[in-house]
């Protein structure tokens, strides 16, 4: 295998403040890793649910001006919460902030919080992921349209682990799909994904495959990167966002990738 092994670490903007936040991502550059991720949500995830949360596109915005070398994204944007021509915007300007160092995480959205609390509606889970689907050709279209353009074809991340419908979108649209699991799961989910992009026309050697390794030590990384995971994702949470597993993981890949 050839697939060059990278390393993100999703820094998750719950329970901690700004400038700890930005601390944070500064070291995870100075410490290796590849990409830096968010999230897109309103409320803490985990912890006291309501603890001290903050933005996922300003916050973007920001580590595209403290940040030099790594790319940014959010893992993932939910595409409820935003009209899609206007995201195609945010994400053309943080691609232009960071000059070119922008992934655009997509996601159909899940958490009913943010949606009742923001006045979203919160629909099913078919109607969300019908709404991203069309949202898929809305977002290409104003991309193609914006002045100044992206300075590159910005990647798009899908996360989500639905056989059916998400990595249906995935191996039509995607330049990275990103889940949740073992090296048991990441081979099943990675068969399925490469059905569907032979059923989209395209190389499924195309779309880099993510997953969490959140609580797993670098030991398992053979393993996932057997099952043809080539990207390894660390969540980091607030308010210290101890990255004391993070330099193991970076070791490895520089093994694997040497």
Known sequence: MNRKIRVAAQIQPQHGEYRALR??????????VDIIYNWDHFYPLYGPPDGAHLECWTVLGAWAEVTDRVEIGSLV????????????DMARTVDNI???RLILGL?????????TEYEYPFGTAGSRLRDFEAGMHRIKYRLR???PPPTREIPILIGGM????????A????????????????????RILDDWCRA?????????????????DADSGDELYEAGVSQITLGISGPDWDMAGVPDWVAWRDEKNS
């Open 107 to 115: 996601g159909s959205g899940w958490f009913e919080r943010d949606y």
């Open 162 to 169: 639905g056989e059916k419908h998400t990595l249906r979108i």
């Open 171 to 190: 191996g039509r649209y995607a330049d990275i799909w990103h889940g949740f699991g073992d090296a048991e799961v990441a081979r099943r989910k990675n």
């Open 77 to 88: 944007t939910c595409y409820s919460y935003r009209n899609a021509h206007l995201l195609a």
């Open 98 to 100: 960071s000059e070119g």
């Open 23 to 32: 601390a944070a991502a500064v070291r995870a550059e100075d410490l290796g």
């Open 145 to 147: 349209r914006l002045n």
């Open 200 to 216: 989209a026309g395209r190389d499924p050697a195309e779309v880099e495959r993510s997953m969490d390794v959140t609580g797993a």
